[in-house]
């Protein structure tokens, strides 16, 4: 990553431009954290892809929270709940894993389209499990999103919080849905990290690769 993954991504993007809609490939990942260091490049991409978002009013970094390339979705089942302030790779990442994961996991294994993604929020000053010391978390940043739910069109609503260990089609599309995240973020956390996620997924574009 860092300088030379900055200049191979925006070279890459001049002769395959990156659409977001496209199946997600091998390379798909390290093109969307490629985007955190090139807003203008994010944004370029987003908009390539049909991916509607107003910008979020920027707020400095002081002492390890804020953000300055923020934006939030205005158009898509994520915007329907309050809408987050995301750094723009998270955005991207969140509107390929929405279009290219959960939508089709819906329809193979609950027979409905997606209607909303709901979430429990991108920003947040606070440290790792909120606790008084140690790292910032990636919400320090909005690099990162809790998702807690999924209603579909038909009217059902799909929880972690209620439905991870089914074991039937609605604990196997939330088990789909973590998994396909895993090659579009960095990291992804779900019930079966530990106890502070039961109920919801945590994805982030950090600097560790995780995904349980
Ligand atoms: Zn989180």
């Known amino acids: 990553m860092g300088v030379t993954a900055t200049i191979l991504a925006s070279d890459l993007d001049r002769y395959w431009p990156l659409d977001l809609r496209d199946p997600p490939g091998v390379f798909t990942q390290w093109r969307i954290r490629a985007l955190a260091a090139s807003p203008d490049q994010c944004r370029r991409v987003l908009a390539r892809s049909g991916v509607e978002v107003r910008a979020a009013s920027p707020r400095p970094l002081v002492g390890g929270c804020g953000y300055v390339d923020g934006v939030v979705p205005t158009a898509a089942s994520i915007a329907l709940d309050a809408p987050p302030a995301m750094r723009c790779a998270m955005a991207a990442a969140v509107a390929a894993w929405e279009r290219r994961v959960v939508e089709p996991a819906a ?36 690099n990162a999103l809790d998702v807690a739910a999924f209603r579909l069109a038909d009217g059902r609503t799909i929880s972690v919080l209620g439905d991870w260990s089914d074991g039937g089609a609605r604990g196997a599309f939330l088990r789909d849905v973590r998994d396909g995240a895993c090659g579009l973020f960095a990291g992804v956390l779900s019930p079966d990290y530990n106890a502070a996620h039961r109920d919801h997924f945590h994805f982030d574009l950090g600097p560790f690769d995780i995904c349980r």
């Open 107 to 142: 329809l193979k294994h609950l027979g409905s389209k997606l209607a909303e993604i709901r979430h429990f929020g991108s920003y947040s000053c606070r440290n790792v499990y909120g606790r008084a010391t140690g790292r910032r978390s990636q919400h320090a940043t909005a």
